[in-house]
């Protein structure tokens, strides 16, 4: 195992230090220790070096390490959904109890769990995924897509609604991802005039490799994986 109390030591200290050049409180950015494809002993020992906040990309993964009740409780621990759920997994996600869903990318996996989380008497907190960039091959709601379907997002009653999030293109060089993290804070702005009844409070932006330029730009949440645990095989 890598040394993971020694690797958040680290996170935390270079999170406060982008807090502290940007004028802005380390307090406001949560950090998210991504543990996929890792054991949930990573998760463990994450816990012990005071770590909650744990993240994970597929429901079905995340149920097995951290949802099962046949397996013992890990006390404290807050699970963050942080990728793309399939309409047919949208039921495991939900018994997963996450504290937030990062990843609503679609009006029809919105409207899937908020019947579920509504059935459940259950009102479930996420953020919209913004594809910032336009990629092809990416997941997320393109900006206009996110306008069009704001309506009915905001008014679905299972779902409470936080902010933006976004995973910009990757690059070896973490300035690049400066422009899409302004843009989708831009977005969040602009969005947040345009509906003020909803909270737009959230940013989740920033990952491993990009998380200072994140913090100057903005992020309220971070997610990172392999600056603490290491790389996934
Ligand atoms: C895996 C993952 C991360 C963490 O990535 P690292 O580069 O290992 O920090 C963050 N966000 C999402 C959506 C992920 O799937």
């Given at each position: ?30 950090l998210?220790?991504v ?12 816990l012990?070096?005071g770590?909650?906040?744990?993240g994970?990309?597929r429901?079905e993964?995340a149920?097995?390490?951290?949802g ?8 404290g ?22 504290v ?14 908020s ?6 008497g ?10 910032i ?32 999030m976004t ?30 009844q ?15 330029v ?11 994986g ?8």
């Open positions: 195992m890598p040394p993971i109390a020694a690797n958040l030591e680290r996170v935390r200290e270079r999170i406060a230090r982008a807090a502290e050049r940007a004028g802005r409180d380390p307090a406001t950015i949560t998210v220790a543990t996929k494809t890792h054991p949930r002993a990573y998760a463990e020992a994450a012990a070096a770590q909650y906040d744990i994970e990309n429901p993964e149920f097995a390490k951290y099962d009740p046949a397996q013992p409780p890990l006390p621990l807050r699970l963050h959904l942080i990728g793309t759920i399939q309409s047919r997994k949208a039921a495991i996600a939900l018994a997963c109890q996450p937030l869903i990062h990843s609503i990318d679609r009006l029809k996996i919105a409207r899937k769990l019947d579920l989380a509504q059935a459940q259950r009102c479930l907190d996420v953020l919209f995924e913004v594809n960039a336009g990629e092809a091959t990416k997941a997320g709601f393109s900006p206009d897509e996110l306008r069009q379907a704001l309506p009915e997002l905001l008014a679905l009653p299972g779902l409470r609604s936080h902010g933006l995973i910009p293109p990757w690059d070896p060089d973490p300035e690049k991802a400066r422009p899409h993290f302004q843009a989708l804070r831009c977005l969040r702005d602009t969005l947040a005039q345009e509906y003020p909803a909270d737009w409070s959230q940013l989740s932006i920033g990952m491993s490799d990009d998380f200072e994140a913090i100057a730009e903005g992020a309220t949440i971070v997610r990172i392999s600056a603490i645990f290491g790389p996934r095989s």
